[in-house]
C-alpha cells in the first residue's frame, strides 16, 4: 500500500471520528445551554472550557490507539 494513501486515509479517518460525535452532542446539548445561560448560571466560556477539558482524554487516546496499530500493519 502506498503510504501517502495510508496517512491520509488516517487523517481523514481521525478527523471525522472526532468531529461527528461533537456535533451530534453539541445538537442535543443545545437548548439546556440556552436555557441556563438565559438563566445566568454560568458563562459560555466556562461551558466551553469545561467541555473541552472533559473531551481530551478521549479526542487523544482514541488516534493514538488507532496510530499504534495501523503503524505495524501498512
Do not use: D, H, W
Request: proline share 4%; glycine share 2%; net charge positive.
Amino acid at each position: 500500500m502506498n503510504i501517502i494513501g495510508a496517512t491520509y486515509f488516517i487523517a481523514m479517518n481521525q478527523s471525522f471520528s472526532n468531529v461527528i460525535p461533537v456535533l451530534n452532542i453539541f445538537i442535543k446539548e443545545k437548548a439546556v445551554i440556552q436555557k441556563e445561560l438565559a438563566s445566568r448560571s454560568y458563562r459560555l466560556i466556562n461551558y466551553y472550557l469545561t467541555k473541552i477539558l472533559a473531551e481530551i482524554p478521549f479526542v487523544f487516546l482514541n488516534p493514538v490507539l488507532f496510530i499504534a496499530v495501523s503503524y505495524y500493519i501498512v
